[in-house]
């Protein structure tokens, strides 16, 4: 049988592994200098003063959220085509997400109060709070607040995490009470309400180590997402979506006609692809009435193909051929 090419997942390597065993060794765990560490690098990685680590990027969004003072029966506009995490953060605070039609050239939306940065592509106008969990390295629009995930399928992962970043120092501290039972320091005095949404520093370790090999993926990633737009353009009933100045896609995707036989084919051709997501307004817990042509078609037909760190050009060039023969 055939090595499978992944669709996606993470890359870890022995420096990986030794700075977290450094952390094991070390006997401290739990959230410290090195989460502090984390957070100072990766806000300046994407331009923002202050960087809040948390447990996850749904998480992140709801403390994003949750600091803007959102509250139930609150309507929070989002487009109709993202992962049903942006929707999740916004039922989590009790306010109602309502979905807007995505354009055709990028599948974002300009001018809502919850915008997606997805697959790195930046979503165009002013937004108060902006889902970047895939964008990390990529030139996304600014956002008064911004959300990333480090989950293993993003460019750098500590297995699980998130980041809210901002430009407020009032946001900032409002965020880290949050996550922390209400407090700003380890005393126990709890001036506000508060949840348990906190980070590790065996995480930040990762994330640390990571982050050093942050400027070979991307340059990798570019190169990836330019063989595949080289090698599949004018493929019959292909079409190879692209990226602006500055974006970095976080995975190539493809549309077609033929999507389900497409990645049929390839899975038997030990190709591993993913389809795209569905429309929220189609998703059982959020089904809305409404006309969302363009949402539904990229849907019916997208595809995102093998794009992980470790994907060698190799690789890439025999997908490539794999998609050409299966749409022969």
């Not at 354009?103 to 809502?112: I, L, S, T, Y």
């Not at 990529?138 to 699980?160: G, V, W, Y």
């Not at 640390?208 to 090999?213: A, G, R």
Request: aromatic share 8%; proline share 4%; with cysteine.
């Amino acid at each position: 049988m055939n090595r499978l090419i992944r669709q996606m997942g993470p890359t870890y390597d022995l420096a990986d592994q030794i700075a977290v065993q450094k952390v094991v060794d070390s006997g401290w765990t739990s959230e410290g200098a090195l989460t502090k560490e984390f957070e100072q690098k990766v806000a300046r990685v994407m331009g923002y003063k202050f960087g809040v680590a948390c447990c996850n990027g749904t998480v992140a969004l709801t403390l994003g959220l949750k600091a803007l003072d959102w509250r139930p029966e609150d309507l929070i506009t989002m487009p109709d085509f993202t992962f049903v995490a942006t929707a999740e953060a916004v039922s989590s605070v009790g306010a109602k997400p309502t979905f807007e039609y995505v354009r055709e050239d990028d599948f974002c939306v300009a001018g809502v109060l919850l915008s997606v940065a997805l697959n790195g592509r930046s979503p165009r106008g002013y937004h108060d709070i902006q889902d970047s969990a895939q964008a990390l390295g990529s030139m996304t629009s600014r956002a008064f607040i911004a959300t990333l995930s480090f989950a293993p399928n993003k460019i750098i992962t500590t297995a699980q995490g998130g980041m809210v970043l901002t430009d407020n120092k009032d946001i900032m501290e409002k965020v880290r009470r949050l996550k922390d039972h209400g407090r700003l320091d380890k005393a126990d005095y709890h001036p506000s309400i508060g949840f348990d949404y906190k980070f590790s520093d065996l995480q930040a370790a990762l994330g640390l180590s990571q982050l050093e090999k942050l400027p070979v993926r991307i340059a990798h990633k570019r190169r990836i997402c330019q063989m595949y737009q080289e090698e599949l353009k004018g493929v019959k009933d292909l079409t190879v979506c692209g990226s602006e100045k500055g974006e970095l896609l976080w995975n190539q995707d493809v549309l077609t006609k033929h999507r389900d036989l497409l990645q049929a084919r390839l899975l038997k051709s030990g190709v591993e692809t993913r389809a795209f997501y569905k429309p929220l307004h189609e998703q059982p817990a959020y089904r809305t009435e409404g006309s969302f042509p363009i949402a539904e078609r990229i849907s019916a037909q997208g595809l995102w193909l093998p794009s992980s760190s470790d994907l060698t050009e190799k690789d890439v060039m025999l997908v490539c051929q794999k998609v050409k023969e299966a749409l022969r």
